[in-house]
C-alpha cells in the first residue's frame, strides 16, 4: 500500500488522483491533503476518505473546520502544506499545487527522503537546477504527471537514453489557436476559458491560451529529461490525441496517444513500473478519423518564444517570468486587463529584470518577488 500527501486536492488534478486512489482501495491511501479556500469541495472530498492532517489557506477556515471534524488536524497558509508533510506519514508526495507555491512543498520532500508525483511545473520552471540538486543528494525520484512529460516518460521505457534524439511535445493551441493577434485585442474571460479539448484549473487554462503554458513545458521537459532546449520542439496539434512524442538517433518516433483525461498520467506516476486497470474512456481513433500537426507560429505565440529564451539564459529568468505570468494571469482573469496585456507584461519583466543566478531558496525567493512586483505596479497604473 503506498501512503500518499495530496496537495492542491480540490483542484482539477486533485480531484482526479483521488478518482485514481477510490479506484484503487487496495493500492493507494491519502494521509494528508492539502486545499485553498474552496472549502465545499475539500468538505466533499472528507466525506469520501479519511485523512489526519489537512492544511486550508485561511486560518478562520481552519478554526471553523476544526469544529465539524474534530479528528482531523488542520493548518493554514503556505506554512500549513509544510506542516502537512512534517505530520503525515507517506511515501509520495502528489503535487498539485498551482504556482510558484508548489515549489517549497517539493523541495521540502524530497529533502526529508520522499519521492515526488509532479503536476505543479513551476516547481522546476523556478527552481528545476535546486530541485535536480536535492534529487541527486538525497536518492529521491521526481515522476511526471503532466500528460506530455508522461507521454515523454513512458516513450522512453525500455530504450536507452544515449539513442534519444529528440523531444517533441504537442500542444493543443488553446481557446484562442484559429485567432488572430488582432481578433485577441478584445476576448473575454469566458472565451479564454473554453479549452477544446481540455478541462483544467482556471489558470492554466489561460496559460494555454496566450501558450505560455506550453512553454513551461519545455523548460520542465529539460529538467526532468535532461535534453537541451534546442533538442525539444513544440509542435501544434488539434485533436490532443498525441500527447507527445520522442524521435531516437535512428529516426524511429515513438508517439504516446489517449484520451484527453489526466487519471492516466497521474496513475502512471503513482504505479511506475507497473500498470493498473483505469477506468477510463478508451480511445476510439476510427471515431477521430484525421489527426493534425504544424508549426507553432512563435509571433503569434511570443510567450512561448520567451520561455525558450528564459530558459536558455537561466538564472533569475525563469522565475521572474513564473511570477509575472502568475499576477498578470490572475489580473486578467479578474477583469483588470485586456488578454495581451499578460504576455506584455511578462516580456517587460524579463527584459527589465537585472540577470542574477539562483545558487539557493534565498535567491529564488528574491526573484520570485521582483518578478511579482514588477507586474502589480505594471496593473496598477492600468487601472489608476
Known sequence: ???????????????QTIDVVLQHPSDFVITGIGV???IPVLKDILSKIEVK?????????????????????????????????????YDVLVNALVGFTGF?????????????????????VVGGELIKKALKKHGRSLYPIDSEHSA??????????????????????????????????????????????????????????DMMNKGFE???????????????????HDESVIHSMVE???RSVIAQMGTPDMRLPIQYALTWPDRLELNEEELDLSAIGTLHFRKPD????????????CGKKGGNLNAVMNAANEEANLAFRQGKIPFLMIEEIVSEAVRSVEFREIRTTEDLLEANNWGREFALEKIRKVNE
Not at 503506498?2 to 480531484?15: E, P
Not at 512563435?298 to 529564451?309: N, S
Open 218 to 236: 519545455v523548460i520542465e521537459a529539460h529538467w526532468l529529461f535532461d535534453v537541451d532546449y534546442d533538442d525539444i520542439e513544440v509542435i501544434m
Open 298 to 309: 512563435l509571433e503569434r505565440f511570443p510567450l512561448l518564444r520567451l520561455a525558450y529564451e
Open 53 to 89: 492532517y489537512v492544511s486550508v489557506q485561511e486560518e478562520e477556515a481552519a478554526a471553523e473546520l476544526k469544529k465539524e471534524f474534530p479528528h482531523i488536524s488542520f493548518f493554514h497558509g503556505d506554512e500549513g502544506l509544510i506542516e502537512v508533510l512534517k505530520q503525515a506519514d
Open 152 to 209: 515523454i516518460f513512458q516513450c522512453l521505457q525500455g530504450n536507452r537514453r544515449s539513442d534519444l534524439k529528440k523531444l517533441i511535445i504537442t500542444a493543443s493551441g488553446g481557446s484562442f489557436r484559429k485567432l488572430s493577434r488582432e481578433q485577441l485585442k478584445d476576448v473575454t474571460v469566458e472565451q479564454a476559458l473554453a479549452h477544446p479539448n481540455w478541462s483544467m484549473g482556471a489558470k492554466i487554462t489561460i496559460d494555454s491560451a
Open 248 to 250: 531516437f538517433r535512428d
Open 36 to 38: 485553498g479556500r474552496n
Open 1 to 15: 500500500m503506498k501512503k500518499l500527501v495530496l496537495l492542491g486536492a480540490s483542484g482539477s488534478i486533485g480531484l
Open 104 to 124: 517549497l512543498p517539493t523541495l521540502y520532500a524530497i529533502e526529508h527522503g520522499k519521492d515526488v508525483a509532479l503536476a505543479n511545473k513551476e516547481t522546476l
